[in-house]
C-alpha cells in the first residue's frame, strides 16, 4: 500500500514522474496523470499550481478522499469544475485561482466539504449559486471576480468564521445588508470593490477588527465611517460619500498606512491630524469638494 501524504510540483519528483522542470515547459492533462494519483489514495495534500495543465480536471481527483489540501491554481484548464470534487469529504483548502474555469459552482459542488475552511476560486470565469446554508464554515473566501451576483449573496451569513474575504468584481448589484458587518466583524481583510452596492454603510465600523478595507468603485453614499483605531489600509475611492475627512484622518487612526478617497463629493478642510499620523504614506484624496 502507497503511503505518500504529500505531493507538490514545487518540490517533488517521485514515482508520478511529475518533474516540476518539466511541468513548466510543456503542457500536460491532468486526466493523463490523475490515473497514476489514484492510486496515492493516502494522499492528504496536493499542489499542481503553475503546472500548465490543460483540458478538464478530471472526476477522478474526487476518489482521493483522504485529501484535505488541493491547489490547482494558474493552470490553463478547459471547462468546469467536476462536481465530483465533493466527494473529498477531509478538503479543508480547495485553491483554484486563475485557471481558466467557468461554468456554474452549486451547493452540488461542496454537498459533503463540511470541513472546508478555505475557498479561493478568483480570476476563473465560473458564477457561483449557493443555498443560503451550505454545509461549511469558510474563514477564507477568495472569489475575486466570480459571478455572484445581482443580489448580495445571501449564504454569507451564515459564515461566522471569516478572516480573509475577496468579493471584488462579483457583479453584486444591490446594499449591503446590515448582518454584513456583524458576519464579517472578525475579518482581517475585507474587500468588496468594483461592484454596484449601493447605500450607506454604519456610521460607526469600531467593531470591525479588518485591518483592511476596500469599498472602492461603487455607489456607496452618507458621511464616511467611524473605524476601528487598528486599520491600515482604508480604500473608498470613487462612490459617492459626503461630508468631512474627519472620522478617518483623525489622531487615533495611528496604524493608517494608506487611505484613498478620490472621487467622492466630500467637502471641508483637510484634518491638521494628518500630520500626526507617522505610518501613513499613501493619501488620495482629489476630486472631491476639499478646502
Known amino acids: ?63 482521493l478522499a483522504q485529501l484535505e489540501f488541493l491547489d490547482l491554481s494558474d493552470n490553463s484548464f478547459q471547462g468546469s469544475i467536476p462536481e465530483s470534487l465533493s466527494s473529498m469529504f477531509n478538503l479543508r483548502t480547495l485553491e483554484l485561482i486563475n485557471s481558466n474555469l467557468s461554468g456554474l459552482v452549486s451547493d452540488a459542488h461542496f454537498v459533503n466539504m463540511t470541513k472546508l475552511e478555505d475557498l479561493l476560486l478568483s480570476y476563473n470565469h465560473l458564477a457561483l449559486n449557493l443555498s443560503s446554508d451550505p454545509p461549511f464554515q469558510l474563514k477564507t473566501i477568495d472569489l475575486a471576480s466570480c459571478r455572484l451576483g445581482p443580489r448580495f449573496p445571501l449564504w454569507l451569513r451564515t459564515q461566522r468564521r471569516i478572516r480573509y474575504l475577496d468579493v471584488s468584481d462579483a457583479k453584486i448589484s444591490d446594499v449591503i445588508p446590515n448582518w454584513f458587518w456583524t458576519t464579517s466583524s472578525e475579518a482581517i481583510h475585507l474587500n468588496l470593490s468594483n461592484n454596484i452596492l449601493r447605500g450607506e454603510v454604519p456610521r460607526s465600523l469600531h467593531f470591525l477588527s479588518a485591518i483592511s478595507i476596500d469599498l472602492s468603485l461603487n455607489q456607496l453614499q452618507g458621511q464616511l465611517p467611524y473605524l476601528n483605531s487598528s486599520v491600515e489600509v482604508i480604500l473608498l475611492h470613487q462612490n459617492s460619500f459626503s461630508g468631512d475627512l474627519q472620522p478617518i484622518l483623525n489622531e487615533e487612526m495611528r496604524h493608517l498606512k494608506a487611505v484613498m478617497l478620490s472621487r467622492n463629493n466630500l467637502r471641508g478642510e483637510i484634518p491638521s491630524a494628518i500630520c500626526s499620523l507617522q505610518w501613513l504614506v499613501v493619501v488620495h484624496i482629489a476630486e472631491n469638494n476639499l478646502s
Open 1 to 63: 500500500m502507497c503511503l505518500i501524504t504529500s505531493v507538490s510540483l514545487q518540490i517533488y519528483s517521485g514515482p508520478l514522474g511529475l518533474e516540476g522542470t518539466d511541468a513548466k515547459r510543456c503542457s500536460k492533462k491532468l486526466e493523463v496523470e490523475a490515473v497514476k494519483l489514484g492510486n496515492l489514495t493516502n494522499l492528504q495534500y496536493l499542489d499542481l499550481s503553475g503546472a500548465n495543465f490543460t483540458g478538464n480536471i478530471p472526476d477522478t481527483l474526487g476518489s
